[in-house]
């Protein structure tokens, strides 16, 4: 079983930064995907970026969405189980609940119970 905490949301102006944590407890050394989904109201929830370990293959590596790409930087820390997502250049558009998820190596799937980022014009 994994836990799955995000904290560092809020309220923040048009142009502003943000850096969600995800604090990841349990058997977190299966986890092979980490990543960062979001949802604004009546919307669908949507992936932001995800990053993948799977050493030797091509699979490994960062993937974004058109909409966090040159903006949000995703990063994990193996030490302290706990994976970042870096946001710059905020826009009101990125006004969502963000939701951590994880995927384990052998497909079970997690996700956290989602943190509030607004962001004012």
């Known amino acids: 079983q994994v836990n799955l905490v995000e904290s560092g949301g809020g309220l923040v102006h048009s142009g502003g930064s943000l850096t969600l944590s995800c604090a990841a407890s349990g058997r977190t050394l299966s986890l092979n995907v980490m990543g960062w989904y979001r949802q604004a109201p009546g919307e669908q929830r949507d992936l932001v970026a995800t990053?993948?370990?799977?050493?030797?293959?091509?699979?490994?590596?960062?993937n974004y969405a058109d909409s966090a790409k040159g903006r949000f930087t995703i990063s994990r820390d193996y030490l302290k189980d706990t994976t970042y997502l870096r946001m710059d250049g905020l826009k009101p558009e990125d006004t969502a609940v963000y939701y951590c998820?994880?995927?384990?190596?052998?497909?079970?799937?997690?996700w956290g119970q989602g943190i509030q980022v607004t962001v004012s014009s």
């Open positions: 998820t994880a995927r384990s190596r052998t497909g079970l799937e997690y």
């Open positions: 990053i993948t370990d799977l050493p030797g293959t091509k699979l490994s590596g960062t």
